[in-house]
């Protein structure tokens, strides 16, 4: 497991602070926007977001394809589990809903209380990738596995969630190399010639040399942990790590908008909310 996700943030703020706050601030915000319905309270979440993203000073032009791909696909999910549920949740089930169009072939009626419901899951979903791009680009590649063991996991366990996250990059690189050599050889897998089937069949030349290079490549690691007598005794680790008092002030702070939102929530302040252009 060669690879590792581009450590975009390295020197910036957020990157100097324990792994275990990148780690802890995903978790209690997914906690927080849980206990949230509404949209204007969501969008508050989301300036704090942002406030916590842009301390890990990563470039913007260097993951603007993740950003583009994340918020197509949460827009498109957003917006279909918006149709299908009719915006009738919560509060929007017990009131007459307000139809804008009916789509013609299948009769379906688009409401403002459906775009209501998918902008509010958007935002939300917005908010947790704030929070959660800094662990993939703002931690050193070598502090994950350390950080969950430190934080209560297993050392199995903390190793094995490690590994997977490597080998997200680990296949991204293998495709590459793949394709390139396929092109050295004189066959371009990626031709956008021919319909998607002929695509998708194009691209078998370089789905199973990778599968095997990447099975091949695990059984590796497995050997290697293996010889090293991985899991026959409590593993020592190299990297120590200490809370400072700004690692518990951020943490204090996601904390804060944990018990924030479950006040709000308890206290029925924290229903859906209609998007009042769209009724007008």
Known sequence: MRAAFRYLGRGSWLSGRDPRVLILAPLLLVVASSQLSDIRQLLVVVVLAYGYYSLARIPWHSVRAQWLYLLAVIGFYSLLNGLIAGGRVGVFAESEPHVLWTIPPFGWDITAEAISVAATRFVRVIALALVGFPIAFAMAPGDFGVALRRLG??????????????????????????????RVRGYDPTARRGGP??????????????????????????????????????RVWYRALHFEWMDWLVVGAFGTVVVTAMALNWAGLSEHYLLPFLVR
């Open 153 to 182: 996991l297993p050392d199995r366990l903390a190793v094995m969630v490690d590994l997977t996250v490597r080998f997200i990059p680990t296949i991204s690189d293998e495709f590459s190399d793949t394709v390139d050599a396929q």
């Open 197 to 234: 089937i002929t695509r998708i069949r194009r691209m078998a030349p370089v789905f199973v040399p990778m599968t095997v290079g990447s099975l091949a490549g695990a059984e590796d690691t497995i050997d290697a942990m293996d010889l090293r007598a991985f899991g026959t005794g409590r």
